[in-house]
């Protein structure tokens, strides 16, 4: 979980500035307020991983440790694959649960306050990711032997590919690749605040869960993606688009009444409002 901190963020931040040159000399509007924003989260999440250090769900992969059915010593060539894919279905489920529990949405919904879509990006990711817990979905590996810094290993290994998934500069790949691998064209769709394109796109390295579980979705022809979330930030305070989520969080459980409604503003999806309707979709 720390693929983006120290070193290697300014290393990400330093090709995300490269690509930034390219779209310039294309003629595009690059939002340079907004990459800084984007560091600015990273430098708080790096800051924040050293007060809080393995979170919630440190605690909790390891307690599932001591109850694991047996342990994989990982000296085999089908222990790596099934470590690879196990944790392909494990991200697929987490992210898919980070769009449609508000819980999980608290923080991830920082990865996709960006109005534009590029490399910086990919290091906004938030701040409470250890307090949401949203990891915890890895534990089933655990239960069943992989050892612990395994698969947080491949889950950064996991984070470390999707890099480059977020630039408009590489077009849509060959069809066999785009059949089998999460790609820029498909994780541009997932990034999109269209109704046509919510929930969807969901894997890791891998698309093949979403097309088994029917979230796999392409852009359309005349229907552009719109970057960002529903209800926008409309902020480059750090600060701000790491708790906004939050905020609107307490507010609506001020408005909560009875324990339906509480349980329901805190894990139904995103778009329940207490005493209103339940759309089910990101409310930002």
């Given at each position: 979980?720390?693929?983006?901190?120290?070193?290697?963020?300014?290393?990400?931040?330093?090709?995300?500035?490269?690509?930034?040159?390219?779209?310039?000399?294309?003629?595009?509007?690059?939002?340079?307020?907004?990459?800084?924003?984007?560091?600015?989260?990273?430098?708080?999440?790096?800051?924040?991983?050293?007060?809080?250090?393995?979170?919630?769900?440190?605690?909790?992969?390891?307690?599932?440790?001591?109850?694991?059915?047996?342990?994989?010593?990982?000296?085999?060539?089908?222990?790596?694959?099934?470590?690879?894919?196990?944790?392909?279905?494990?991200?697929?489920?987490?992210?898919?649960?980070?769009?449609?529990?508000?819980?999980?949405w608290l923080n991830h919904s920082v990865h996709h306050s960006a109005e534009q879509y590029?490399?910086?990006?990919?290091?906004?990711?938030?701040?409470?990711?250890?307090?949401?817990?949203?990891?915890?979905?890895?534990?089933?590996?655990v239960w069943l032997g992989f050892p612990v810094p395994y698969v947080v290993g491949a889950?950064?290994?996991?984070?470390?590919?999707?890099?480059?998934?977020?630039?408009?500069?590489?077009?849509?790949?060959?069809?066999?690749?785009?059949?089998?691998?999460?790609?820029?064209?498909?994780?541009?769709?997932?990034?999109?605040?269209?109704?046509?394109?919510?929930?969807?796109?969901?894997?890791?390295?891998?698309?093949?869960?979403?097309?088994?579980?029917?979230?796999?979705?392409?852009?359309?022809?005349?229907?552009?993606?719109?970057?960002?979330?529903?209800?926008?930030?409309?902020?480059?305070?750090?600060?701000?688009?790491?708790?906004?989520?939050?905020?609107?969080?307490?507010?609506?459980?001020?408005?909560?009444?009875?324990?339906?409604?509480?349980?329901?503003?805190?894990?139904?999806?995103?778009?329940?409002?207490?005493?209103?309707?339940?759309?089910?979709?990101?409310?930002?």
């Amino acid at each position: 979980m720390r693929a983006f901190v120290g070193l290697p963020l300014l290393l990400f931040a330093l090709i995300a500035a490269v690509e930034a040159a390219c779209l310039v000399r294309r003629g595009v509007r690059y939002d340079w307020k907004a990459y800084w924003a984007s560091f600015g989260d990273a430098a708080g999440r790096a800051l924040t991983g050293l007060l809080i250090h393995g979170g919630i769900v440190g605690v909790l992969l390891f307690a599932i440790w001591e109850f694991r059915l047996t342990t994989i010593a990982m000296d085999q060539p089908w222990h790596w694959l099934a470590l690879f894919l196990g944790q392909e279905f494990c991200y697929y489920g987490m992210h898919r649960a980070d769009h449609r529990v508000r819980w999980f949405w608290l923080n991830h919904s920082v990865h996709h306050s960006a109005e534009q879509y590029n490399l910086s990006t990919a290091y906004r990711l938030g701040w409470t990711g250890k307090l949401t817990g949203a990891a915890v979905f890895f534990g089933p590996l655990v239960w069943l032997g992989f050892p612990v810094p395994y698969v947080v290993g491949a889950l950064a290994l996991n984070l470390l590919y999707q890099y480059w998934l977020h630039t408009e500069l590489v077009p849509r790949l060959p069809r066999p690749i785009e059949f089998v691998f999460n790609t820029p064209a498909h994780h541009r769709v997932h990034h999109a605040s269209n109704p046509e394109y919510l929930d969807c796109n969901y894997g890791g390295v891998l698309i093949v869960f979403d097309r088994l579980f029917d979230t796999c979705r392409e852009e359309r022809p005349g229907v552009p993606i719109r970057y960002g979330l529903v209800d926008p930030v409309r902020s480059y305070n750090p600060v701000k688009i790491a708790f906004h989520a939050w905020v609107k969080l307490l507010r609506d459980l001020r408005r909560a009444r009875g324990l339906r409604q509480v349980g329901m503003t805190l894990f139904g999806p995103p778009g329940y409002v207490p005493g209103g309707t339940d759309d089910g979709r990101p409310k930002g």
